[in-house]
């Protein structure tokens, strides 16, 4: 995901510049980073951006409206649907990781903040459903049925439908437990040594291989498996008489 301004403004009545619209949407979202949902004023907003107040209530009317426009507006693009499905499907899984990844210790925090606001609106709660999470479930289902089509899975296991509620939790919680924003490495980990095996494949040491993971080998001193193991050369497993 990656949550900040770089398309040009969705409507046409505002009487700000492109440029402008985009450093003040830009503004909005920082603040929401550094004070939360609930702490976010509009005098904070016009003077981060030394604009008027009486601008700001004009032109959006309160901040729900505000922080609404800001994430349609900049909310993150949607993933880039042109490599999903043309890879194996471990290496469709990590670069999707990847991708969630890449800015996730700022984007993270931001969701984070507007967690408790998006239970008493619902017009920010679609928003945010619509910008954010629905395009990244969309390509998680695209990249499992193009596995499904190119036999690399005769079916997707059951357990798969838990798969986003899993990885949204963990970035959501890494902070709390780990006391570590989310990263590219942290998304990425999390699919080869949660999300591969509930398929049975495993990434490579070298990359993404897409066949399963390979058996350790026993430790040392130990008495492993002899390829002879269960034979005998008597019929009966005992020596002749």
């Given at each position: 995901?990656?949550?900040?301004?770089?398309?040009?403004?969705?409507?046409?009545?505002?009487?700000?510049?492109?440029?402008?619209?985009?450093?003040?949407?830009?503004?909005?979202?920082?603040?929401?980073?550094?004070?939360?949902?609930?702490?976010?004023?509009?005098?904070?907003?016009?003077?981060?951006?030394?604009?008027?107040?009486?601008?700001?209530?004009?032109?959006?009317?309160?901040?729900?409206?505000?922080?609404?426009?800001?994430?349609?507006?900049?909310?993150?693009?949607?993933?880039?649907?042109?490599?999903?499905?043309?890879?194996?499907?471990?290496?469709?899984?990590?670069?999707?990781?990847?991708?969630?990844?890449?800015?996730?210790?700022?984007?993270?925090?931001?969701?984070?903040?507007?967690?408790?606001?998006?239970?008493?609106?619902?017009?920010?709660?679609?928003?945010?459903?619509?910008?954010?999470?629905?395009?990244?479930?969309?390509?998680?289902?695209?990249?499992?049925?193009?596995?499904?089509?190119?036999?690399?899975?005769?079916?997707?296991?059951?357990?798969?439908?838990?798969?986003?509620?899993?990885?949204?939790?963990?970035?959501?919680?890494?902070?709390?437990?780990?006391?570590?924003?989310?990263?590219?490495?942290?998304?990425?980990?999390?699919?080869?040594?949660?999300?591969?095996?509930?398929?049975?494949?495993?990434?490579?040491?070298?990359?993404?291989?897409?066949k399963p993971a390979p058996v350790p080998p026993a430790a040392p001193g130990s008495a492993g498996p002899s390829p002879d193991a269960g034979q005998t050369d008597?019929?009966?497993?005992?020596?002749?008489?």
């Amino acid at each position: 995901m990656s949550i900040r301004c770089s398309r040009s403004p969705l409507s046409g009545r505002s009487k700000l510049t492109p440029e402008r619209e985009r450093e003040l949407y830009d503004a909005v979202l920082d603040l929401l980073r550094e004070v939360g949902y609930e702490a976010l004023t509009m005098d904070a907003v016009a003077s981060r951006t030394r604009s008027s107040k009486a601008t700001l209530y004009r032109q959006w009317g309160n901040k729900s409206r505000l922080v609404v426009s800001a994430i349609e507006l900049c909310g993150a693009p949607p993933p880039p649907m042109e490599w999903l499905g043309r890879n194996s499907l471990v290496e469709d899984l990590r670069e999707l990781a990847r991708w969630a990844g890449r800015d996730a210790a700022r984007d993270v925090p931001l969701m984070r903040a507007l967690g408790s606001a998006m239970q008493a609106d619902g017009e920010l709660l679609r928003v945010m459903r619509e910008t954010i999470i629905e395009p990244e479930l969309v390509a998680f289902q695209r990249l499992l049925d193009a596995a499904v089509e190119r036999g690399e899975i005769a079916e997707v296991p059951p357990a798969v439908k838990y798969v986003p509620h899993l990885l949204f939790g963990a970035l959501f919680s890494r902070v709390f437990i780990d006391g570590l924003e989310p990263d590219e490495e942290y998304v990425v980990t999390l699919v080869d040594e949660v999300v591969l095996p509930m398929f049975g494949l495993g990434a490579s040491v070298e990359g993404d291989s897409g066949k399963p993971a390979p058996v350790p080998p026993a430790a040392p001193g130990s008495a492993g498996p002899s390829p002879d193991a269960g034979q005998t050369d008597e019929p009966n497993g005992a020596p002749g008489d």
